[in-house]
């Protein structure tokens, strides 16, 4: 299976949730290139590819959303 970024990322954030340890490795890495490459390689095992600028940009709005939250 093959998609669009967003797609393969909210795809992959259903198989993390629903895998205690896929979330705990993912978790417990600290070097945010370490867990940017981590990310594409479990979409890659999933056969949903992403690309580091996918990871990262998915990232930012991620912090983007959580600063825009604390502001209201």
Known sequence: MTGSASTNLEA???RVNGDP???ARLFALT???E?????CHAGGLFDLPLSDADV???MRAGRQAWSD???S
Not at 35 to 39: M, N, S
Request: hydrophobic fraction near 55%; avoid cysteine; aromatic fraction near 4%.
């Open 12 to 14: 992959l954030r259903q």
């Open 21 to 23: 340890v896929l979330q």
């Open 31 to 33: 070097d945010v290139q």
């Open 35 to 39: 867990f940017v490459v981590a990310v």
């Open 56 to 58: 990262q940009m998915a």
């Open 69 to 71: 939250r604390k502001r």
